[in-house]
């Protein structure tokens, strides 16, 4: 359903094989699971870039196995992700479009667990080249109320993320 090649966002990207209808799902994406304090050991060695983790939970990341780890960033996304770490198509997608999803919606880093000297670590310059692109790539709380609701409405937020709005977060 996927491959990968170049893409005019970064580097290379994941593309449809064939067409994609909206509420399909694309992949379970899979890697190894891996501490916040692992992961700081490897951000500070260079082992792992900041856009590279994948957070399932305010304490664990994965390190996406390939394909995956190629699926890029976009402000104005045609997939997102239910449960864990399942993709879902949130609009028809055509066979060779490159499948995006906004990473805002899979981060919100807890300030005990990373200390406050990380949190600046977490931001991203955006390369989407959208109409709305954001410029920055910020953790999910950040984001403008009216994008925080439409995730919301479709559905596309990981499990920890909705979990933190019933808790922490009313918009």
Request: with cysteine; hydrophobic share 35%; glycine share 4%.
């Amino acid at each position: 359903m996927i491959h990968i090649k170049n893409s005019s966002i970064e580097g290379k990207g994941i593309f449809a094989s064939s067409d994609i209808k909206k509420g399909e799902i694309i992949c379970h994406m899979t890697g190894n699971p891996i501490s916040v304090e692992e992961l700081k050991k490897r951000y500070v060695s260079g082992e792992v870039r900041v856009d590279d983790p994948f957070q399932i939970k305010d304490d664990t990341y994965l390190l996406l196995d390939s394909p995956y780890l190629f699926i890029n960033h976009s402000c104005s996304p045609n997939s997102g992700i239910r449960e864990v770490s399942i993709l879902v198509a949130i609009k028809d997608i055509k066979k060779e479009e490159e499948i995006t999803y906004d990473y805002s919606t899979t981060e919100w880093s807890d300030r005990t667990i990373w200390g406050i000297d990380w949190q600046e670590k977490w931001i991203m310059k955006c390369n989407c080249k959208s109409d709305n692109c954001r410029k920055e790539v910020k953790e999910f709380f950040l984001l403008p109320d009216e994008l925080k609701k439409d995730y919301s409405a479709k559905k596309i937020l990981p499990s920890f993320i909705l979990e933190k709005i019933n808790k922490n977060l009313s918009f």
